[in-house]
């Protein structure tokens, strides 16, 4: 089955950096768009970035634009979220999705989640 394993988070003060990694098992890695998503108790889960199969397309929530990187590692099955200049507001819990449909360079949200990872930003 598909299982997608979080990890990286943790506490960091204002202006500081985490991140944040990705392990997938059960899919063909390298045909699905992946993405980040991010989720605040209480709120919505809110999408923070997407990077297509082949890391052509990368595309980012306007809150993270110039300070979030993502990428992938389709060898090690494996997608990242390099955080940088971290903001309070940027305290959630963060998640890693696959895309829905296999080898599409647009992404929509699969089904598969893994159980999160802990950011918290300290002012």
């Known amino acids: 089955q598909v299982q997608l394993v979080e990890s990286g988070g943790g506490l960091v003060q204002t202006g500081g950096s985490l991140r944040l990694s990705c392990a997938a098992s059960?899919?063909?890695?390298?045909?699905?768009?992946m993405a980040w998503h991010r989720q605040v108790p209480g709120q919505q889960r809110e999408l923070v970035a997407t990077?297509?199969?082949?890391?052509?397309?990368?595309n980012y929530a306007d809150s993270v634009k110039g300070r979030f990187t993502i990428s992938r590692n389709n060898a090690k099955n494996s997608v990242f979220l390099q955080m940088n200049s971290l903001k309070p507001e940027d305290t959630a819990v963060y998640y890693c999705?696959?895309?829905?449909?296999?080898?599409?360079?647009?992404?929509?949200?699969?089904?598969?989640w893994g159980q999160g990872t802990q950011v918290t930003v300290s002012s």
């Open positions: 999705n696959v895309g829905k449909n296999y080898d599409e360079s647009n992404y929509a949200p699969g089904d598969y």
């Open positions: 059960g899919i063909y890695f390298s045909a699905y768009a």
């Open positions: 990077i297509s199969p082949g890391s052509t397309q990368r």
